[in-house]
């Protein structure tokens, strides 16, 4: 038996709830067969949670977080009770901050890893439609994106005299310290991999404005001094609004990204019509203790208790929670049960029998839970 090992879920808000329970089942499935002491912490938290308590989650849930193993996020944001915009506390800050940007400084996730890879069987969203098939070799990398400072640092303010506001300003903050650690695990993870799809040559790309903004100029001078460490790996430096343009006209170009968190951000989002779309599109947020994995989409008011949302990137992300602590704690049954759930949702797509809306069309889609139905059935087919 291997473990035990807690993993705290942080359902939040909507969708989020929904799509950490089927996450759970999968883990619970592979965690029997493969014999893992896999034990869980579900603390309740977000907007919805903020509106009813007038706090984000309860008093000992940072402490909780911060005890686990590790960290599988759903999803956080709920309108505000006017129904203008997000619900927002009293301090400026999104409903529900603490789970999702307060982790990610308070336990120092300063990565945010996002593989970008198409599953065959899957259509790529760039057409706007499922129709067209993007050869799934063609997709295949990693985006490494700064997670706790530029804009999203909370530096700023609104000035309101007389309470009407009339001046808004957001400070980018760039630090060497957190731009020198996000550009080597960037190198670090291009010596792991296989190199671009298009020449099978390892590559990192680093994605900045350095023509207008200070903080990216710094950012591509410590991108080239911690490159030349590196000789085995290529790199380029590309203009982010370029990048969005060859992204999606050459996305076999690419290897491992980087870039500062705000255009990270961004540009990830796009990344994710590459494969499918947010419903297959994970977010790790790693530091040097502490993991936290979530799916990219958001809470989906709309489709709350409709089972029909699509559970794919959370279990995936509960996948890659696995691996990550794997390698934490070099217990090989971790990463083993991590790619078997992998491998039953490869198999679960490329069948094309049992997939939601969002990659098969309304007319022939499944349930939530028939999606995880069907991965772990394909789990239970296969013993490690």
Known sequence: MSGPYTLALLPGDGVGVEVVAQARRVLEAVAHHDRIDLRFDEIPGGAQYFLEHGHDWPEDAERRCADADAILLGAIGWPSSDGHGTAMRPDGKMAGWSAIVGNRIGLDLYANIRPVKLLPGVRHLISGTHKQVWSPENVDMVFIRENTEDLYSGSGG???????????????????????????????????????????????????????????????????????????????????????????????????????????????????????????????????????????????????????????????????????????????????????????????????????????????????????????????????
């Open 158 to 384: 609104i000035l309101a005299p007389g309470g009407d506001a009339q001046v808004a300003i957001d400070t980018r903050i760039i630090t060497r310290r957190s731009t020198e650690r996000i550009i080597r695990l960037a190198f670090e993870t291009a010596l792991k991999r296989g190199g671009a799809p298009t020449d099978g040559k390892r590559r990192v790309t680093c994605v900045v404005k350095d023509n207008i903004l200070h903080g990216c100029r710094m950012f591509v001078r410590i991108f080239e001094e911690l490159g030349a460490e590196y000789p085995t790996v290529q790199r380029e430096v590309v203009l982010v609004d370029a990048f969005t343009q060859w992204l999606v006209r050459r996305p076999e170009q690419y290897d491992v990204v980087v870039a500062p968190n705000m255009f990270g951000d961004i540009i990830t989002e796009l990344a994710s019509a590459l494969q499918g779309g947010m419903g297959m599109s994970v977010g790790c947020n790693v530091g040097t203790r502490h993991g936290m994995f979530e799916p990219i989409h958001g809470s989906a008011p709309k489709h709350v208790g409709r089972n029909r949302v699509n559970p794919i990137a959370t279990v995936l992300a509960a996948a890659e929670a696995l691996r990550w602590l794997s390698a934490r704690h070099s217990d090989g049954s971790l990463s083993s049960a991590g790619d078997r759930i992998e491998a039953a949702v490869r198999t679960v797509v490329s069948k094309g029998q049992t997939l939601t809306y969002d990659l098969v069309g309304p007319e022939v889609a499944a349930s939530t839970s028939a999606v995880t139905t069907a991965i772990i059935d394909e789990l239970e087919l296969v013993h490690p």
